[in-house]
Protein backbone atom coordinates (compact mmCIF):
# COMPACT_ATOMS: atom_id res chain seq x y z
CA UNK A 1 0.00 0.00 0.00
CA UNK A 2 2.37 2.80 1.36
CA UNK A 3 5.70 1.66 0.77
CA UNK A 4 8.61 4.19 1.79
CA UNK A 5 12.09 2.78 0.03
CA UNK A 6 15.03 3.56 1.58
CA UNK A 7 13.68 7.22 2.01
CA UNK A 8 16.35 9.88 3.34
CA UNK A 9 16.35 13.81 4.02
CA UNK A 10 19.13 15.94 4.38
CA UNK A 11 18.57 19.59 5.62
CA UNK A 12 21.29 22.66 5.08
CA UNK A 13 23.23 20.85 8.25
CA UNK A 14 21.53 17.82 8.73
CA UNK A 15 20.43 14.40 7.81
CA UNK A 16 17.23 14.07 9.44
CA UNK A 17 16.02 11.03 7.99
CA UNK A 18 18.43 8.42 6.93
CA UNK A 19 17.82 5.77 4.93
CA UNK A 20 14.03 5.00 5.96
CA UNK A 21 12.32 1.84 4.72
CA UNK A 22 8.44 1.02 5.65
CA UNK A 23 5.40 -0.65 4.58
CA UNK A 24 2.06 0.54 5.91
CA UNK A 25 -0.68 -2.35 5.08
CA UNK A 26 -4.16 -1.44 4.02
CA UNK A 27 -6.30 -0.37 7.11
CA UNK A 28 -3.82 -0.50 9.53
CA UNK A 29 -2.84 1.63 11.97
CA UNK A 30 1.32 2.04 12.41
CA UNK A 31 2.82 4.71 14.41
CA UNK A 32 6.26 6.40 14.11
CA UNK A 33 7.22 7.12 17.75
CA UNK A 34 10.48 8.56 18.71
CA UNK A 35 11.84 11.67 20.56
CA UNK A 36 11.34 15.07 19.03
CA UNK A 37 14.08 15.68 16.21
CA UNK A 38 14.07 11.94 15.49
CA UNK A 39 12.53 12.52 11.95
CA UNK A 40 9.02 11.20 12.07
CA UNK A 41 7.62 14.27 11.25
CA UNK A 42 9.89 14.57 8.64
CA UNK A 43 8.74 11.37 7.29
CA UNK A 44 5.46 12.14 6.94
CA UNK A 45 6.07 15.48 5.35
CA UNK A 46 7.76 13.57 2.88
CA UNK A 47 4.62 11.29 2.39
CA UNK A 48 2.28 14.18 2.36
CA UNK A 49 4.30 15.93 -0.24
CA UNK A 50 5.38 19.04 1.88
CA UNK A 51 8.86 17.81 1.43
CA UNK A 52 10.61 15.64 -1.11
CA UNK A 53 13.07 13.30 -0.42
CA UNK A 54 16.88 13.90 -0.90
CA UNK A 55 17.17 10.17 -2.15
CA UNK A 56 14.88 7.57 -2.11
CA UNK A 57 10.98 6.36 -3.12
CA UNK A 58 7.53 6.90 -2.00
CA UNK A 59 5.14 4.64 -3.57
CA UNK A 60 1.26 4.58 -2.74
CA UNK A 61 -0.89 1.71 -4.39
CA UNK A 62 1.56 0.73 -6.80
CA UNK A 63 2.73 4.08 -8.10
CA UNK A 64 5.85 6.46 -7.25
CA UNK A 65 4.19 9.58 -5.77
CA UNK A 66 7.19 11.42 -4.08
CA UNK A 67 7.41 13.54 -7.31
CA UNK A 68 3.87 14.71 -6.97
CA UNK A 69 2.44 17.76 -5.46
CA UNK A 70 0.85 17.40 -2.03
CA UNK A 71 -2.82 18.33 -3.96
CA UNK A 72 -1.74 15.21 -6.29
CA UNK A 73 -1.71 12.83 -3.46
CA UNK A 74 -4.60 10.75 -2.22
CA UNK A 75 -3.14 10.92 1.06
CA UNK A 76 -5.00 13.76 3.86
CA UNK A 77 -2.58 15.30 6.94
CA UNK A 78 -4.36 16.36 10.54
CA UNK A 79 -2.25 18.85 11.29
CA UNK A 80 -0.94 19.12 14.67
CA UNK A 81 -2.31 22.59 15.36
CA UNK A 82 -5.10 21.28 13.07
CA UNK A 83 -4.83 24.03 10.67
CA UNK A 84 -8.47 24.73 10.22
CA UNK A 85 -9.62 27.47 8.56
CA UNK A 86 -10.65 30.12 10.52
CA UNK A 87 -12.65 31.91 7.88
CA UNK A 88 -14.63 29.19 7.07
CA UNK A 89 -17.79 27.65 9.00
CA UNK A 90 -17.56 23.53 10.22
CA UNK A 91 -19.31 22.90 6.41
CA UNK A 92 -16.85 25.13 5.24
CA UNK A 93 -13.69 23.27 6.11
CA UNK A 94 -15.52 20.11 5.52
CA UNK A 95 -16.41 20.69 2.10
CA UNK A 96 -13.27 22.65 1.23
CA UNK A 97 -11.30 19.58 -0.44
CA UNK A 98 -14.43 17.66 -1.61
CA UNK A 99 -15.34 21.16 -3.68
CA UNK A 100 -11.55 21.21 -4.65
CA UNK A 101 -12.23 17.79 -6.55
CA UNK A 102 -15.42 18.98 -7.78
CA UNK A 103 -17.23 15.81 -6.85
CA UNK A 104 -21.40 15.13 -6.60
CA UNK A 105 -23.62 14.61 -3.74
CA UNK A 106 -20.88 17.01 -1.48
CA UNK A 107 -24.08 17.73 1.17
CA UNK A 108 -24.38 13.82 1.57
CA UNK A 109 -20.93 12.88 1.93
CA UNK A 110 -20.32 16.49 4.66
CA UNK A 111 -23.36 14.96 6.50
CA UNK A 112 -22.48 11.43 6.52
CA UNK A 113 -18.98 12.32 8.18
CA UNK A 114 -19.68 15.02 10.59
CA UNK A 115 -21.98 12.38 11.93
CA UNK A 116 -19.07 9.84 12.56
CA UNK A 117 -17.27 12.35 13.72
CA UNK A 118 -20.60 13.65 16.37
CA UNK A 119 -20.47 17.00 15.04
CA UNK A 120 -24.33 17.10 13.29
CA UNK A 121 -25.65 20.15 13.76
CA UNK A 122 -22.03 22.12 14.37
CA UNK A 123 -22.02 22.86 10.71
CA UNK A 124 -22.63 26.98 10.86
CA UNK A 125 -20.16 27.21 13.73
CA UNK A 126 -16.63 28.88 13.11
CA UNK A 127 -13.69 27.10 14.49
CA UNK A 128 -13.22 29.70 16.93
CA UNK A 129 -16.57 28.79 18.30
CA UNK A 130 -15.21 25.16 19.46
CA UNK A 131 -13.91 23.01 22.21
CA UNK A 132 -9.93 21.73 21.38
CA UNK A 133 -11.80 18.22 20.99
CA UNK A 134 -14.00 19.16 18.17
CA UNK A 135 -11.46 21.11 16.70
CA UNK A 136 -9.46 17.84 16.54
CA UNK A 137 -12.52 16.58 15.25
CA UNK A 138 -13.18 18.61 12.33
CA UNK A 139 -9.72 18.50 10.83
CA UNK A 140 -10.48 14.68 10.87
CA UNK A 141 -13.93 14.97 9.61
CA UNK A 142 -12.44 17.32 6.77
CA UNK A 143 -9.38 14.44 5.37
CA UNK A 144 -11.30 11.41 5.75
CA UNK A 145 -14.20 12.89 4.09
CA UNK A 146 -11.77 12.80 1.06
CA UNK A 147 -11.47 9.06 1.28
CA UNK A 148 -7.77 9.12 1.62
CA UNK A 149 -5.73 5.82 0.92
CA UNK A 150 -3.66 7.04 4.28
CA UNK A 151 -4.26 9.43 6.93
CA UNK A 152 -1.29 11.06 7.92
CA UNK A 153 -1.58 12.49 11.71
CA UNK A 154 0.76 14.45 13.29
CA UNK A 155 0.78 14.40 16.72
CA UNK A 156 -3.02 15.24 16.63
CA UNK A 157 -3.73 14.29 20.40
CA UNK A 158 -0.63 16.95 21.95
CA UNK A 159 -2.97 20.08 21.83
CA UNK A 160 -5.43 18.47 23.81
CA UNK A 161 -5.87 18.60 27.80
CA UNK A 162 -4.56 15.36 29.45
CA UNK A 163 -7.73 13.74 30.78
CA UNK A 164 -9.42 14.26 27.52
CA UNK A 165 -6.30 13.01 25.18
CA UNK A 166 -6.92 9.09 27.11
CA UNK A 167 -10.63 9.19 26.00
CA UNK A 168 -10.11 10.50 22.38
CA UNK A 169 -7.32 7.57 22.16
CA UNK A 170 -10.06 5.16 22.28
CA UNK A 171 -12.17 6.95 19.84
CA UNK A 172 -9.55 7.45 17.43
CA UNK A 173 -8.79 3.99 16.83
CA UNK A 174 -12.62 3.39 16.94
CA UNK A 175 -13.05 5.47 14.17
CA UNK A 176 -9.75 4.04 12.77
CA UNK A 177 -11.63 0.75 12.17
CA UNK A 178 -15.42 1.88 11.28
CA UNK A 179 -13.78 3.90 8.25
CA UNK A 180 -11.06 1.10 7.43
CA UNK A 181 -8.51 3.87 6.30
CA UNK A 182 -4.67 3.48 7.00
CA UNK A 183 -3.37 5.69 9.54
CA UNK A 184 0.28 6.70 9.96
CA UNK A 185 0.36 8.39 13.11
CA UNK A 186 3.29 10.52 14.43
CA UNK A 187 3.54 10.40 18.47
CA UNK A 188 6.50 11.13 20.87
CA UNK A 189 4.30 9.20 23.61
CA UNK A 190 4.84 5.45 23.90
CA UNK A 191 1.85 4.75 25.96
CA UNK A 192 -0.24 6.05 23.33
CA UNK A 193 1.75 4.57 20.01
CA UNK A 194 1.08 1.27 22.54
CA UNK A 195 -2.30 1.83 23.20
CA UNK A 196 -3.25 2.54 19.25
CA UNK A 197 -0.90 0.98 16.88
CA UNK A 198 -1.15 -2.12 15.07
CA UNK A 199 2.65 -1.68 14.74
CA UNK A 200 5.22 0.83 15.35
CA UNK A 201 8.52 2.01 13.85
CA UNK A 202 10.42 3.23 16.67
CA UNK A 203 12.43 6.42 15.58
CA UNK A 204 16.10 7.94 16.31
CA UNK A 205 18.45 10.19 15.19
CA UNK A 206 16.52 9.60 11.85
CA UNK A 207 16.76 6.17 11.66
CA UNK A 208 14.09 3.57 12.34
CA UNK A 209 15.46 1.48 14.94
CA UNK A 210 12.65 -1.48 15.07
CA UNK A 211 9.60 -2.03 13.02
CA UNK A 212 7.03 -4.09 15.53
CA UNK A 213 3.52 -4.41 16.79
CA UNK A 214 3.65 -3.26 20.49
CA UNK A 215 3.82 -5.98 22.56
CA UNK A 216 7.40 -6.80 20.35
CA UNK A 217 8.51 -3.27 20.37
CA UNK A 218 7.53 -3.76 24.49
CA UNK A 219 8.68 -7.31 25.29
CA UNK A 220 11.64 -7.54 22.72
CA UNK A 221 13.15 -4.40 22.67
CA UNK A 222 16.08 -5.13 19.37
CA UNK A 223 18.42 -1.86 20.71
CA UNK A 224 18.95 -0.64 24.06
CA UNK A 225 17.27 3.02 22.80
CA UNK A 226 14.06 0.74 21.92
CA UNK A 227 14.44 -0.78 25.58
CA UNK A 228 14.22 2.74 27.55
CA UNK A 229 12.03 4.95 24.95
CA UNK A 230 9.31 2.53 25.31
CA UNK A 231 8.54 1.83 29.30
CA UNK A 232 11.65 2.28 32.43
CA UNK A 233 14.25 -0.01 32.27
CA UNK A 234 16.89 -1.25 34.74
CA UNK A 235 20.56 -1.43 33.64
CA UNK A 236 22.79 -4.10 35.81
CA UNK A 237 25.66 -5.68 34.55
CA UNK A 238 24.84 -4.65 31.13
CA UNK A 239 21.37 -6.51 30.99
CA UNK A 240 18.48 -4.66 31.16
CA UNK A 241 15.52 -5.80 33.19
CA UNK A 242 11.78 -3.76 33.79
CA UNK A 243 11.03 -2.87 37.15
CA UNK A 244 7.55 -4.48 36.63
CA UNK A 245 9.78 -7.96 36.15
CA UNK A 246 12.42 -7.08 38.99
CA UNK A 247 11.00 -8.10 42.18
CA UNK A 248 12.03 -8.05 46.50
CA UNK A 249 12.52 -11.11 47.38
CA UNK A 250 14.02 -13.59 50.33
CA UNK A 251 17.21 -13.97 48.25
CA UNK A 252 19.00 -12.45 44.81
CA UNK A 253 21.11 -9.16 44.84
CA UNK A 254 21.88 -7.38 47.91
CA UNK A 255 20.55 -3.89 47.94
CA UNK A 256 19.58 -0.85 50.23
CA UNK A 257 16.67 1.05 49.77
CA UNK A 258 16.79 4.71 48.58
CA UNK A 259 13.50 5.91 48.45
CA UNK A 260 9.96 4.61 47.64
CA UNK A 261 7.71 6.48 44.86
CA UNK A 262 3.83 5.79 45.51
CA UNK A 263 2.38 5.72 42.12
CA UNK A 264 -1.50 4.31 43.66
CA UNK A 265 -2.11 1.07 42.49
CA UNK A 266 2.23 0.22 42.51
CA UNK A 267 5.04 1.51 44.57
CA UNK A 268 8.59 1.51 42.76
CA UNK A 269 10.97 1.21 45.31
CA UNK A 270 14.62 1.91 44.17
CA UNK A 271 17.37 0.56 45.51
CA UNK A 272 21.27 0.52 45.16
CA UNK A 273 23.31 -2.34 44.64
CA UNK A 274 26.52 -3.25 46.15
CA UNK A 275 28.31 -2.15 42.86
CA UNK A 276 26.33 1.12 43.47
CA UNK A 277 24.51 0.77 40.33
CA UNK A 278 20.28 1.67 41.01
CA UNK A 279 17.76 -0.73 40.12
CA UNK A 280 13.59 -0.03 40.85
CA UNK A 281 11.54 -2.53 42.01
CA UNK A 282 7.43 -2.17 40.88
CA UNK A 283 5.70 -3.68 43.84
CA UNK A 284 2.03 -4.11 44.81
CA UNK A 285 0.69 -1.04 46.81
CA UNK A 286 -0.67 -3.01 49.89
CA UNK A 287 3.09 -4.42 49.98
CA UNK A 288 5.06 -1.78 50.30
CA UNK A 289 6.73 -1.26 53.73
CA UNK A 290 9.93 -0.34 53.12
CA UNK A 291 11.92 2.66 54.48
CA UNK A 292 15.65 4.18 53.63
CA UNK A 293 18.65 2.41 54.25
CA UNK A 294 16.47 -0.59 54.64
CA UNK A 295 17.99 -3.89 53.50
CA UNK A 296 16.53 -5.96 50.22
CA UNK A 297 17.30 -8.72 48.14
CA UNK A 298 16.24 -8.23 44.09
CA UNK A 299 15.07 -10.64 42.07
CA UNK A 300 14.19 -11.17 38.49
CA UNK A 301 13.85 -14.49 36.06
CA UNK A 302 16.07 -15.09 33.60
CA UNK A 303 13.35 -15.12 30.82
CA UNK A 304 12.83 -11.13 31.54
CA UNK A 305 16.39 -10.38 30.95
CA UNK A 306 17.08 -8.62 27.85
CA UNK A 307 20.55 -8.30 26.11
CA UNK A 308 22.00 -6.17 23.43
CA UNK A 309 25.39 -5.98 21.60
CA UNK B 1 -2.79 64.52 21.55
CA UNK B 2 -6.07 65.87 21.85
CA UNK B 3 -4.87 69.44 21.51
CA UNK B 4 -2.76 68.91 18.67
CA UNK B 5 -5.41 67.46 16.56
CA UNK B 6 -8.57 68.73 18.28
CA UNK B 7 -7.46 72.20 18.00
CA UNK B 8 -6.44 72.98 14.18
CA UNK B 9 -9.76 70.66 13.68
CA UNK B 10 -11.76 72.83 16.04
CA UNK B 11 -10.78 76.16 14.17
CA UNK B 12 -11.37 74.71 10.69
CA UNK B 13 -15.10 73.43 12.14
CA UNK B 14 -15.78 76.74 13.16
CA UNK B 15 -14.47 79.04 9.72
CA UNK B 16 -16.45 76.70 7.84
CA UNK B 17 -19.92 78.41 9.47
CA UNK B 18 -18.47 82.20 9.57
CA UNK B 19 -18.63 84.34 6.38
CA UNK B 20 -16.10 85.90 4.60
CA UNK B 21 -13.96 88.34 4.99
CA UNK B 22 -13.44 91.35 2.65
CA UNK B 23 -9.56 90.39 2.70
CA UNK B 24 -8.94 86.97 3.75
CA UNK B 25 -9.91 85.41 7.17
CA UNK B 26 -13.48 85.25 8.34
CA UNK B 27 -16.04 87.84 10.04
CA UNK B 28 -19.49 87.17 11.97
CA UNK B 29 -22.58 86.12 10.93
CA UNK B 30 -22.61 82.53 11.11
CA UNK B 31 -23.99 80.37 8.07
CA UNK B 32 -24.73 77.17 6.50
CA UNK B 33 -24.09 79.33 3.21
CA UNK B 34 -20.91 77.43 2.52
CA UNK B 35 -22.38 73.91 3.01
CA UNK B 36 -24.73 74.77 0.71
CA UNK B 37 -22.39 76.10 -2.05
CA UNK B 38 -21.02 72.60 -1.91
CA UNK B 39 -23.88 71.02 -3.57
CA UNK B 40 -23.16 73.03 -6.91
CA UNK B 41 -23.17 71.13 -9.75
CA UNK B 42 -19.32 72.00 -9.79
CA UNK B 43 -18.15 70.96 -7.26
CA UNK B 44 -20.22 67.88 -6.84
CA UNK B 45 -17.83 66.95 -10.04
CA UNK B 46 -14.35 67.91 -8.41
CA UNK B 47 -15.68 65.31 -5.16
CA UNK B 48 -16.58 62.64 -7.38
CA UNK B 49 -13.06 63.46 -9.56
CA UNK B 50 -11.49 62.93 -6.22
CA UNK B 51 -13.30 59.87 -4.98
CA UNK B 52 -12.88 58.48 -8.50
CA UNK B 53 -8.94 59.06 -9.10
CA UNK B 54 -8.42 57.79 -5.02
CA UNK B 55 -10.62 54.91 -5.79
CA UNK B 56 -8.79 53.61 -8.80
CA UNK B 57 -5.22 54.61 -7.03
CA UNK B 58 -6.47 52.41 -4.20
CA UNK B 59 -7.36 49.61 -5.99
CA UNK B 60 -4.11 49.79 -8.01
CA UNK B 61 -1.43 50.06 -4.81
CA UNK B 62 -3.63 46.94 -3.79
CA UNK B 63 -3.26 45.23 -7.21
CA UNK B 64 0.56 45.74 -7.27
CA UNK B 65 1.10 45.96 -3.97
CA UNK B 66 -0.26 42.34 -2.97
CA UNK B 67 1.68 40.30 -4.95
CA UNK B 68 4.18 42.45 -4.36
CA UNK B 69 4.25 41.90 -0.35
CA UNK B 70 3.78 38.29 -0.86
CA UNK B 71 7.26 38.01 -2.95
CA UNK B 72 8.72 39.78 0.22
CA UNK B 73 6.67 37.81 2.69
CA UNK B 74 7.71 34.40 1.02
CA UNK B 75 11.73 35.78 0.17
CA UNK B 76 14.68 34.68 2.66
CA UNK B 77 15.81 38.44 1.75
CA UNK B 78 12.75 40.09 3.62
CA UNK B 79 14.94 42.82 5.80
CA UNK B 80 16.57 43.87 2.34
CA UNK B 81 13.07 44.17 0.21
CA UNK B 82 11.73 45.46 3.29
CA UNK B 83 14.05 48.94 3.45
CA UNK B 84 13.52 48.92 -0.66
CA UNK B 85 10.55 50.00 -0.33
CA UNK B 86 10.62 52.32 2.73
CA UNK B 87 13.92 53.85 0.92
CA UNK B 88 11.77 56.55 -1.13
CA UNK B 89 10.49 57.71 2.20
CA UNK B 90 14.43 59.23 3.01
CA UNK B 91 13.48 61.94 0.11
CA UNK B 92 10.54 64.65 -0.17
CA UNK B 93 7.59 64.03 -1.53
CA UNK B 94 7.85 66.73 -3.64
CA UNK B 95 11.05 66.14 -4.96
CA UNK B 96 10.09 62.94 -6.09
CA UNK B 97 6.73 64.30 -7.55
CA UNK B 98 9.37 66.90 -10.03
CA UNK B 99 11.56 63.65 -10.59
CA UNK B 100 8.31 62.68 -12.14
CA UNK B 101 7.75 65.82 -14.26
CA UNK B 102 11.32 65.19 -15.62
CA UNK B 103 10.48 62.23 -16.35
CA UNK B 104 7.29 62.68 -17.90
CA UNK B 105 7.26 65.78 -19.53
CA UNK B 106 7.91 66.99 -23.37
CA UNK B 107 11.82 67.17 -23.20
CA UNK B 108 11.54 64.34 -20.42
CA UNK B 109 13.88 61.54 -20.22
CA UNK B 110 11.00 59.21 -21.78
CA UNK B 111 10.12 61.58 -24.66
CA UNK B 112 13.81 62.24 -25.77
CA UNK B 113 14.60 58.76 -25.65
CA UNK B 114 11.52 57.51 -27.46
CA UNK B 115 13.15 60.41 -30.37
CA UNK B 116 16.33 59.31 -30.17
CA UNK B 117 15.73 55.78 -30.83
CA UNK B 118 13.28 57.20 -33.70
CA UNK B 119 9.81 55.35 -32.03
CA UNK B 120 7.64 58.52 -32.34
CA UNK B 121 7.85 61.77 -33.94
CA UNK B 122 5.62 63.92 -31.93
CA UNK B 123 6.27 63.79 -27.92
CA UNK B 124 3.63 61.29 -26.16
CA UNK B 125 1.23 63.68 -24.12
CA UNK B 126 2.68 61.62 -20.84
CA UNK B 127 2.02 64.99 -18.30
CA UNK B 128 -0.98 67.16 -16.92
CA UNK B 129 -3.34 64.34 -17.03
CA UNK B 130 -5.21 62.07 -15.22
CA UNK B 131 -3.01 59.42 -16.21
CA UNK B 132 -0.36 61.37 -14.60
CA UNK B 133 -2.17 61.93 -11.31
CA UNK B 134 -2.64 58.17 -10.91
CA UNK B 135 0.52 57.12 -11.67
CA UNK B 136 1.94 59.77 -9.29
CA UNK B 137 0.13 58.92 -6.58
CA UNK B 138 0.15 54.73 -7.13
CA UNK B 139 3.87 55.81 -7.38
CA UNK B 140 3.67 57.85 -3.75
CA UNK B 141 1.27 55.73 -1.71
CA UNK B 142 2.71 52.02 -3.14
CA UNK B 143 4.40 51.43 0.33
CA UNK B 144 1.69 52.26 2.11
CA UNK B 145 -0.12 49.25 0.77
CA UNK B 146 2.42 46.79 0.95
CA UNK B 147 3.76 47.66 4.64
CA UNK B 148 0.14 46.17 6.23
CA UNK B 149 -0.25 43.82 3.52
CA UNK B 150 2.94 41.75 4.49
CA UNK B 151 2.65 42.17 7.89
CA UNK B 152 -0.53 40.23 7.83
CA UNK B 153 0.52 37.81 4.83
CA UNK B 154 4.27 37.21 7.31
CA UNK B 155 2.22 36.67 10.47
CA UNK B 156 -0.20 34.17 8.85
CA UNK B 157 -0.24 30.56 9.71
CA UNK B 158 1.73 28.64 7.23
CA UNK B 159 0.13 25.43 7.91
CA UNK B 160 -3.05 26.86 6.94
CA UNK B 161 -1.56 26.87 3.20
CA UNK B 162 -0.05 23.45 3.74
CA UNK B 163 -3.60 22.25 4.76
CA UNK B 164 -5.07 23.83 1.49
CA UNK B 165 -2.74 21.83 -0.52
CA UNK B 166 -2.78 18.88 1.24
CA UNK B 167 -7.04 19.35 0.39
CA UNK B 168 -6.45 18.98 -2.96
CA UNK B 169 -6.28 22.88 -4.00
CA UNK B 170 -3.61 23.89 -6.70
CA UNK B 171 -1.35 26.75 -5.87
CA UNK B 172 -4.04 29.82 -7.15
CA UNK B 173 -7.02 28.20 -5.60
CA UNK B 174 -5.15 28.50 -2.52
CA UNK B 175 -4.13 32.21 -3.07
CA UNK B 176 -8.04 32.46 -3.96
CA UNK B 177 -9.99 30.30 -1.33
CA UNK B 178 -7.41 30.97 2.14
CA UNK B 179 -4.31 33.09 1.48
CA UNK B 180 -6.71 36.41 0.12
CA UNK B 181 -10.09 35.75 2.43
CA UNK B 182 -7.35 35.81 5.58
CA UNK B 183 -5.42 38.67 4.53
CA UNK B 184 -8.74 40.77 4.15
CA UNK B 185 -7.94 42.71 7.66
CA UNK B 186 -4.99 43.65 5.65
CA UNK B 187 -6.27 44.74 2.52
CA UNK B 188 -8.65 46.91 4.24
CA UNK B 189 -6.10 48.59 6.45
CA UNK B 190 -4.05 49.34 3.06
CA UNK B 191 -6.85 50.18 1.57
CA UNK B 192 -8.02 52.74 4.06
CA UNK B 193 -4.05 54.02 4.15
CA UNK B 194 -4.11 54.89 1.04
CA UNK B 195 -7.48 55.81 -0.42
CA UNK B 196 -7.81 58.72 2.62
CA UNK B 197 -4.89 60.78 1.98
CA UNK B 198 -5.11 60.02 -1.83
CA UNK B 199 -8.98 61.81 -1.80
CA UNK B 200 -7.31 65.34 -0.06
CA UNK B 201 -4.10 65.12 -2.52
CA UNK B 202 -2.90 68.62 -3.53
CA UNK B 203 0.69 68.31 -4.43
CA UNK B 204 0.38 65.83 -7.11
CA UNK B 205 -2.72 66.84 -8.67
CA UNK B 206 -1.18 70.03 -8.69
CA UNK B 207 2.25 69.11 -10.20
CA UNK B 208 1.17 66.34 -12.58
CA UNK B 209 -2.41 67.20 -13.61
CA UNK B 210 -2.20 70.54 -14.95
CA UNK B 211 -5.07 73.32 -14.85
CA UNK B 212 -7.46 70.42 -16.18
CA UNK B 213 -7.04 68.10 -12.55
CA UNK B 214 -8.47 69.91 -10.20
CA UNK B 215 -9.18 67.57 -7.18
CA UNK B 216 -10.69 68.55 -3.32
CA UNK B 217 -7.39 69.30 -2.29
CA UNK B 218 -6.75 71.85 -4.83
CA UNK B 219 -10.02 73.09 -4.15
CA UNK B 220 -9.08 73.49 -0.60
CA UNK B 221 -5.83 75.40 -1.21
CA UNK B 222 -7.48 77.67 -3.73
CA UNK B 223 -9.79 78.91 -1.35
CA UNK B 224 -7.09 79.71 1.42
CA UNK B 225 -4.78 81.18 -0.81
CA UNK B 226 -5.84 82.99 -4.75
CA UNK B 227 -9.48 83.16 -4.20
CA UNK B 228 -9.52 84.22 -0.50
CA UNK B 229 -12.35 82.45 1.09
CA UNK B 230 -11.60 81.06 4.32
CA UNK B 231 -15.10 79.58 5.02
CA UNK B 232 -15.21 77.90 2.16
CA UNK B 233 -12.01 75.81 1.87
CA UNK B 234 -12.94 75.08 5.46
CA UNK B 235 -16.46 73.72 4.37
CA UNK B 236 -14.55 71.72 2.15
CA UNK B 237 -12.04 69.87 4.18
CA UNK B 238 -14.97 69.46 6.73
CA UNK B 239 -16.98 67.61 4.21
CA UNK B 240 -13.59 65.76 2.86
CA UNK B 241 -13.08 64.99 6.30
CA UNK B 242 -16.67 63.80 6.96
CA UNK B 243 -16.34 61.73 3.73
CA UNK B 244 -12.49 60.00 4.90
CA UNK B 245 -14.09 59.22 8.49
CA UNK B 246 -17.69 57.45 6.94
CA UNK B 247 -15.57 55.61 4.81
CA UNK B 248 -13.46 54.27 7.73
CA UNK B 249 -16.32 53.33 9.56
CA UNK B 250 -18.20 51.59 6.36
CA UNK B 251 -15.33 49.63 5.77
CA UNK B 252 -14.77 48.65 9.58
CA UNK B 253 -15.96 44.83 10.15
CA UNK B 254 -18.09 45.04 13.54
CA UNK B 255 -16.28 44.58 16.83
CA UNK B 256 -13.09 45.14 14.80
CA UNK B 257 -11.08 47.90 15.96
CA UNK B 258 -10.26 51.38 13.16
CA UNK B 259 -6.92 50.00 11.27
Avoid at chain 1, 66 to 92: C, I, K, M, W
Amino acid sequence: MLELRSVSKEFAAHRAVANVSLRVERGEFFSLLGPSGCGKTTTLRMVAGFESPTSGEVWLNGSRIDHLAPYERNVNTVFQSYALFPHLTVRGNVEFGLKRKRVNGIDKRVAKVLEQVRLSGKESRLPSELSGGERQRVALARSLVLEPDVLLLDEPLSALDPLLRKQVRAELKDLQRRVGVAFLFVTHDQEEALAMSDRIAVMNGGLVEQVGTPQEIYQRPRTRFVASFLGAMNWVDGIGVRPECTRIARAGRRATVKRCVFLGPVVHVEARLENGETMTAQVAAGDARFSEGDGVYLAWDAADELRFE
Amino acid sequence: MTVTLGVPSAIILAYSFLSRGAYGGVEQPWTLEDFARLFDPLYGSIFLRSFGIAGAATILCIALGFPLALFIARSPRKNLYLSLVILPFWTSFLIRTYAWMFLLRDTGLINTTLAGLHVIREPLPLLYNDGAVLLGLVYGFLPFAVLPLYATLERMDKSLLEASADLGARPWETLARVTIPLCAPGIRAAAILVFVPCLGTYLTSDLLGGSKTILIGNLVQNQFTASRDWPFGAAASVALMIAAIGLLFAVRRRGEELL
